[in-house]
């Protein structure tokens, strides 16, 4: 039977255990999944970290770095080697969308897409009012920081979060074909969810929602069902939520597990709950 991780980092991610690849592997293989992506945090274009409005560690640690690259790629090639014959491993990246950097991200994808077999594509990254770009998911504090709004007016702050998964739908939409592409972690705007007591998307939301799920069918895109949320304390849930899950399920979207580890012991993390709820 297929067991599959969609979504996994290495040591590169600079924000996670500095374990090696091939321990990453071993515990996957030992838990019986016969399908793992390595889907790293792909280099921030130049310009984006050269105009960085937000925390500067969230600057230097959010992804790999480029001149890591080609150690990346090397660590995933010695793996597939390595243990090809016990468990499919494709080669990924995680990207992060940025509405102002479309054609930055668009040619390092083209220029890697011979190489890339599946990406995740996630909105870590979001423009508040003041026109800064700022993470949603780094700690709670920034998150009040950027987006004040966010204990007055959650609604809002959801409203720009899905606003710019749909961007990024678009822009998806111009990728090269032969890429696999995963829409990640649907809803981690409520990474805080318990910090900040936030309500559930009102109807207006829910219409969004509604929106990418339909253009998520459309262009045969998947969806990363990522378990890490339920071992953060502030959140507790797996992203996307059950009721997103049941509507995506409804239209047919492919649903992919992914663990989202950063460190070793993390792999196959809740996967029996996420089995169980992808497979009511
Ligand atoms: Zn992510
Ligand atoms: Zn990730």
């Given amino acids: ?12 991610s600079h924000h996670g255990s500095h374990e090696k690849l091939e321990k990453y592997i071993e515990r996957a293989i030992s838990l019986g999944f016969t399908e793992y992506v390595v889907t790293e945090h792909a280099p921030l274009p130049q ?11 969230s600057r230097d640690n959010s992804a790999m770095h480029l001149d890591e690259l080609p150690l990346y790629q090397q660590d995933v090639k010695a793996v597939q080697e390595k243990y090809g014959s ?3 491993i494709k080669s990924g990246f995680e990207i992060d969308y940025l509405s102002d950097y479309e054609s930055d991200i668009r040619q390092f994808i083209i220029a890697q ?7 995740v594509l ?13 993470p949603i998911d780094y700690d709670p504090e920034t998150l009040n920081t950027y987006f004040p709004e966010i204990k007055q007016a959650p609604q809002s702050v959801f409203k720009n979060y899905f606003d710019t998964i749909q961007k990024s739908l678009d822009f998806a939409e111009t990728l090269p074909k032969n890429v696999v592409i995963r829409i990640g972690h649907m809803t981690l705007i409520r ?3 318990k910090y900040f ?38 959140n507790g849930e797996a992203y996307p939520t059950p009721d997103i899950v049941r509507k995506g399920q409804q239209l047919g979207i492919k649903f992919v597990y992914g ?5 070793v012991s993390a792999i196959g993390q809740f996967y029996d709950l996420a089995e169980a709820i992808v497979s009511q």
């Avoid at 897409?113 to 990406?119: K, Q």
């Avoid at 996630?122 to 700022?134: I, M």
């Avoid at 663990?259 to 460190?263: I, K, L, Q, T, V």
Wanted: glycine content about 4%; hydrophobic content about 35%.
């Fill in 1 to 12: 039977m297929k067991k599959k991780d969609g979504h996994t980092h290495t040591r590169f």
């Fill in 47 to 57: 310009k984006f970290l050269a105009e960085f409005t937000g925390p500067t560690d």
């Fill in 86 to 88: 016990q468990i499919s």
């Fill in 113 to 119: 897409s011979e190489w890339l077999d599946e990406l």
């Fill in 122 to 134: 996630s909105v870590h990254f979001l423009p508040n009012h003041d026109a800064f770009v700022a």
């Fill in 191 to 193: 990474k805080y969810q």
């Fill in 197 to 234: 007591n936030l309500p559930k998307f009102d109807s207006n939301n829910q219409t969004l929602i509604d929106q990418l799920l339909l253009k998520i069918k459309q262009n045969d895109f998947q969806l990363d069902f990522n378990t890490a949320g339920f071992a953060k304390s502030y």
């Fill in 259 to 263: 663990s989202d580890a950063h460190e």
